[in-house]
């Protein structure tokens, strides 16, 4: 079953007089989405009452969660302490997750800007070895990690990076960005064959059943030569990627993956357009 959902909360959910993300479970499904990505982007700072709140709420109106862990991890960092902090962010997000019932966690890779790519793909990896280790230790293996592409030239992450990541433990699954593959490939992604090209490496490098399952952020983005600029809402049609050409390869290859927009200010709306689409294509299939 593929679920389609927004990252964080849209403005018109506060427009509309919500104040708490408790809430957003119930809206999401009056909007016909199933999926939704809390944002522990600036830190893990939910607490285990409303983690329990609001996973009780996901599952009495079928929403899928997975939460965002802190921008700010880097376990390519030069420095022993960075590694061990992104470490344990990445610890504290799973242990939010296991709170609030949620499937899966987004992070963030880390910086190669100072280091070779070579070096910070090697360190990155040892990193996530001992991470999932201990989570497994602590009880979290039910919360799958998933080593997000980043839009970004100096940043670790490209497809490849990400792949070779997953590679070390099955259970790991890529968050594929296709804003920020499109951002760093300075605009590649203009066909449903570039598209294509994009899951059979994917499934090339780590098999049919995690394709399958991918999680993906879709938005349109601009760019610059140094990769990803801005995230733009679906309505801003000069800026790429476009979805339909990802909907038709996802329904070639009869993927159910967890569809989540990170449209600018609107990602619920867009997150129900993209839904629209994909369900147009797969109706005509």
Not at 147 to 158: A, T
Request: with cysteine; aromatic share 8%.
């Amino acid at each position: 079953m593929i679920r389609f959902g927004p990252s964080g909360n849209s403005e018109s959910f506060y427009d509309q007089g919500n104040k708490s993300s408790i809430q957003m479970p119930a809206w999401l499904k009056n909007m016909g989405l199933t999926a939704y990505e809390y944002q522990c982007s600036k830190g893990v700072k939910i607490s285990e009452a409303m983690a329990r709140q609001l996973g009780e709420q996901a599952r009495q109106n079928d929403i899928f969660l997975s939460i965002h862990a802190p921008y700010y991890i880097n376990m390519a960092s030069e420095e022993q302490e960075k590694r061990d902090n992104s470490r344990r962010y990445i610890l504290e997000t799973m242990r939010a997750a296991t709170w609030m019932g949620a499937k899966r966690i987004v992070i963030h890779t880390g910086s190669a800007s100072k280091v070779s790519r070579k070096w910070a793909l090697s360190t990155a990896i040892e990193v996530l070895r001992d991470t999932i280790k201990e989570a497994d230790d602590l009880g979290y293996s039910e919360v799958t990690i998933c080593p997000e592409v980043l839009g970004k030239m100096n940043q670790l992450g490209d497809l490849y990076e990400i792949l070779e990541m997953c590679k070390i433990d099955e259970r790991l699954i890529p968050t594929v960005d296709f804003g920020h593959l499109h951002a760093r490939g300075l605009g590649c992604l203009n066909s449903v064959e570039d598209f294509r090209r994009v899951l059979v490496t994917i499934e090339n490098n780590i098999g049919i059943d995690r394709l399958r399952k991918l999680h993906i952020h879709f938005s349109r983005i601009e760019f610059t030569a140094g990769g990803e600029k801005k995230h733009w809402s679906i309505s801003d049609t000069q800026y790429g990627p476009e979805f339909e050409h990802l909907a038709e390869a996802m329904v070639e290859k009869e993927m159910e993956p967890v569809v989540i927009c990170e449209s600018r200010e609107f990602m619920a709306e867009d997150a129900a357009k993209l839904k629209e689409i994909y369900e147009k294509i797969a109706g005509g299939q």
